[in-house]
């Protein structure tokens, strides 16, 4: 994923009920992070047309997902699947054992994607923010 892939991709994300956005998902925010993460971030494409996402980085000892979006069309064709599958695979020759993502509580379908995949809900972290 490149800066210019960010006008598809946040077409996607807007129209994906399991995605959040936020301040930190715009043009600026996501340009910095991918600066700060590169190659870790794809896109999937037909025909010359977005048809996926996912966003990956890591602090050095975890992998982080965010973001993995595949057009509604193009679902259950195993595209988000391999998006995973190369995301984790740059963050583990990067070095990196163990990556996490955030699923929405509410969001089912993206939950029950996860768990296809063999990744496992941990019930003994809450998780914490704060806004700085």
């Known amino acids: 994923m490149t800066p210019a892939d960010y006008p598809n991709a946040r077409s996607l994300w807007e129209d994906s009920p399991g995605v959040g956005l936020s301040t930190a998902d715009e043009q600026f925010p996501l340009t910095e992070y991918l600066g700060r993460n590169p190659g870790f971030s794809l896109c999937a494409e037909c025909g010359g047309h977005l048809i996926g996402t996912v966003l990956g980085g890591h602090d050095g000892r975890r992998g982080y997902l965010y973001h993995v979006a595949v057009a509604t069309v193009w679902q259950g064709q195993g595209v988000g699947r391999r998006l995973v599958e190369m ?17 929405y ?5 993206g939950r029950r994607f996860w768990e296809r995949l063999g990744w496992k809900l941990r019930d003994e972290i809450a998780l914490y923010s704060c806004e700085l």
């Not at 995301?87 to 699923?103: C, P």
């Open 105 to 109: 509580s509410h969001n089912e379908k």
């Open 87 to 103: 995301a984790l695979e740059s963050l583990q020759a990067a070095g990196i054992t163990k990556a996490h993502i955030m699923v």
